[in-house]
């Protein structure tokens, strides 16, 4: 029985913590911070339905959580690949005395 | 428990699509859409629909904000300022959204016992598919309902899967990087 409160404020935590996330995501000045928030609120997806499971005592979400840690990734890489080269399709630098190209500035 | 996540995940759903629609910056409006989307899956997965909440997170937060992006490379960062509009789109969305809700009133509550699917024919395929005398044989009602009793559906699906695959790797250009080397 125990065990279960601690699922609980386990789950009011990670709540919380989606919540602050999300005031960054609303507020961050700059893009940077909105990336950062949207990032760490898929770790928090992965944290809710891992918390989820053992709550609701189907601990077989786990295997659940752990697909969302692997997808997680994709939407940061493609958002800072596209501040860095500006192109998605770009393949990347091949050789190390190539410039980078000029709009790698930091975006406002 | 799952009341009061309910609760506060439509509460930050909402606060969510607020902040989406006032947002002026498109790269920023994309984030927030993965950020919608994530929350919508936490939804899902608290529905216990897990497989839709999977897909959810994989094409909404994952897909989506690469195609997206993919457009701001075409069109710019920033949406222009609208002028005054009339209230006529906001009178539509609400009519709309007013039969939406009117809609679900004849729906059967979340998860009732009284609903349609859980009387018409999921005993059956519960008590009569599985074992050795089954309809089917595996002991497994998912599988046997898939592979048997919706046969026709899923083999569709493999073919709509099946050419997606063909296609993507047609479009890919799989395969012919070794002729063009040859021709070059």
Known sequence: MKIEIAYAITMCVILLSMALTLVR????????????????FGTMTVLFIAVLGFLEGRPAFMDVA???????????????KYFKFGDLAHAGRTSK???LPSNTSLPS | MIVFID??????????????VRLRNLIATIM????FSLLSACLFMTMDAVDVAFTEAAVG???????????LVLIGREE???????????????ITGFVL?????????????????????????????GGPDGEVGPPNVVTSVLASYRGYDTMGEVAVIFTAAVSVMLLLGVGFATKREDAS
Do not use: C, W
């Not at chain 1, 752990?66 to 939407?75: H, Q, R």
């Not at chain 2, 222009?80 to 609400?94: I, N, T």
């Not at chain 2, 509550?109 to 008590?127: C, K, M, N, T």
């Open chain 2, 101 to 129: 809700i009117y809609g679900t009133m004849d729906m059967p509550y979340f998860g009732s016992p009284d609903a349609p699917i859980h009387q018409h024919l999921v005993d059956r395929y519960v008590e009569k598919s």
């Open chain 2, 80 to 94: 222009k300022v609208p002028g005054k509009g009339s209230a006529l789109p906001l009178v539509v969305v609400l």
């Open chain 2, 32 to 35: 927030l859409a993965g950020i």
């Open chain 1, 97 to 99: 005395d190539e410039a």
């Open chain 1, 66 to 80: 752990l697909m969302y840690a692997l997808i997680n990734f994709i939407g940061t890489i493609a958002v800072l």
């Open chain 2, 61 to 71: 937060a994952g897909l989506t904000t690469v195609l997206m992006l993919g457009a």
């Open chain 2, 7 to 20: 609760i506060v995940l439509l509460t930050l759903l909402v606060a969510t699509a607020i902040s989406l």
């Open chain 1, 25 to 40: 995501a609303f507020r961050g000045p700059s893009l940077y911070d909105r990336i950062l928030a949207v990032n760490s």
